[in-house]
Structures are given as structure tokens and as C-alpha cells.
């Protein structure tokens, strides 16, 4: 059952990308926890926020998500270093990307009985173990490029 609601999530997650990733980009534009996206154009960021969230089901649902996970977030802290992005500002816009996908699942109402809320906990148990993963493989990779 876990796996019915983990496979609806992310049929969502990768059906409303867009109105996800531009949920996300008003937010993080705004945000004064992110100045340095604030000058970053729109289109830019919505772009690396979709392809987030494209990618995430293929993170989600593998059977060895550190593999996945460190392609994406290698790149996604070096494209965000060279940007200039400080990288506690490159966690925080992550962590705004994860709090967008529940908080879209949310308003479209996917759960709404006390097992598909049971089976919400266990799926954003998962969610948090992805993001584990990630902040350890972005500070890793930002730390390698500060010295080098």
C-alpha cells in the first residue's frame, strides 16, 4: 500500500513539475533566507527546479538512491557554486524544494484517509533520507571546490 501512495506522489511530483517548480521559484526569489537567487532570472531557476523534480521520482523509487542522488547533486552544488550561491543558501532552496512537493501533494489532497496519511508518513520518511543524502553530497562537493 506504502508503494501505491509512494507511486501517486510521484506521478504527481512529475506531472506538475512546472507549477511546482514555479511555486518553488516565487518562494525562493523571496526568501531572506536566499538573497543570491533573488537576482537569479525566473526561467533559470524554474528550469533547475524542474529538472528536480524530474529526477526525484527516478531518486525515490531506486533501489540504491545514494547512486542516483550523487550524479544530481554533484551537479546541482557546482552549478550552484559557481553561481556564487553560498552553500547554506543552496541547502535552504533545497529544502524549499522538498517542503514544495508536500506541500503541493497537499493542496491537490492526495491523502485523505487515516492509511493514505499513514502511508504519507512512511513516503516522506523516504523523502527525508533523499534529502539526507543530498545535503551530505552537496556540502562533500562544495567543500572539494572551495580547496581546490
Given amino acids: 500500500m506504502a508503494k501505491a501512495f509512494a507511486a501517486k506522489l510521484m506521478e504527481v511530483t512529475e506531472r506538475h513539475a512546472r507549477d511546482i517548480a514555479e511555486n518553488w521559484c ?3 526569489v523571496r526568501n531572506p533566507r536566499t ?6 532570472s525566473r526561467d533559470k531557476l524554474t528550469a533547475q527546479a524542474i529538472e528536480f523534480y524530474d529526477n526525484f521520482s527516478r531518486m525515490f523509487l531506486s533501489p540504491k538512491p545514494y547512486r542516483e542522488e550523487e550524479q544530481y547533486f554533484t551537479r546541482y552544488a557546482e552549478f550552484s557554486f559557481r553561481d556564487n550561491i553560498p ?3 543552496a541547502l535552504y532552496a533545497l ?8 506541500l503541493y501533494a497537499q493542496f491537490q489532497a492526495i491523502f485523505t484517509t487515516a492509511v493514505e496519511l499513514q502511508q504519507a508518513v512512511e513516503s516522506l520518511n523516504h523523502t527525508i533520507l533523499l534529502f539526507d543524502y543530498a545535503i551530505y553530497i552537496i556540502t562533500r562537493r562544495y567543500q572539494e571546490l572551495a580547496c581546490s
Avoid at 538573497?35 to 537569479?40: E, F, L, Q, T, V
Fill in 26 to 28: 516565487r518562494d525562493v
Fill in 35 to 40: 538573497p543570491s537567487y533573488h537576482g537569479i
Fill in 87 to 89: 552553500m547554506h543558501e
Fill in 95 to 102: 529544502i524549499l524544494m522538498r517542503r514544495h512537493i508536500w
